[in-house]
Every structure is written in C-alpha cells, then in structure tokens.
Nanobody, 126 residues
C-alpha cells in the first residue's frame, strides 16, 4: 500500500508559476511509476505527466509540454510538478498517482493507476 498526499496548490494569475508536491508513504521500497492527473467538475480526469521510477524517463501531455516539469526525489519519497506559464485552462484539481510501471498500459488510462492522492486545487485567473 502507498499513501499519497499532494500539496502546493493555490491561486495564481495567468503567466505565473506553482510547484506541486506529492509525498509518498507506506510501501516506498517498491519502485513505482508516478504521475500527475487533473480534473475539473465538467471533465474527466486528464493525464498530465508521468515519470519512471528512476526519474530518467519523463512524459508529458501535449497541452503542458514545455510549460510543466515533472521530477522526483526518491530519497525524500516526493514527486513534484513545476508549472510555469500557467493559463486559465490549467485550472483544475491536481492528483498524483502511482503504478508499478510506466510501460505497457497507456499512461492516460486512469484505471491502470493503482494509488491516488486526494488532490490539490489550482486556480489560474486571467
């Protein structure tokens, strides 16, 4: 079992930056692929980015490529999402998630992710 707790959300103006964190606890000896998703009340949960267990492989949705950077500190059991050049369309609840491998199943397939946090809210105003 892995417990995930997100933090770092908030309100920011368009063009601003935020850094989200996701602290993992529990079975942290097992190497997991980690990811970020986001969801608005009107839309389905949308995949944003993922990172392999080693941190050497990173993957991004086209909508955030070049603006968001995913990283992890395995010594601190923490996942990060650095968000820059934020747009109102980035407004959503952001969730971190974990599964055993980044490969095989599509990263955007929500049902393939085993563990989820409770989310942290990001609001970007124009």
């Amino acid at each position: 079992q892995v417990q995930l707790v997100e933090s770092g959300g908030g309100s920011v103006q368009a063009g601003g930056s935020l850094r989200l964190s996701c602290a993992a606890s529990g079975d942290t000896d097992t190497a997991y692929c980690m990811g970020w998703f986001r969801q608005t009340p009107r839309n389905e949960r949308e995949w944003v980015s993922s990172i392999t267990a080693s941190g050497l492989g990173t993957f991004y949705a086209d909508s955030v490529k070049g603006r968001f950077t995913i990283s992890r500190d395995n010594g601190k059991n923490t996942l990060y999402l650095q968000m820059t050049s934020l747009e109102p369309a980035d407004t959503a609840m952001y969730y971190c998630a974990a599964r055993r491998s980044c490969f095989g199943d599509p990263l955007a397939a929500v049902t393939t992710w085993t563990y989820w946090g409770q989310g942290t809210e990001v609001t970007v105003s124009s």
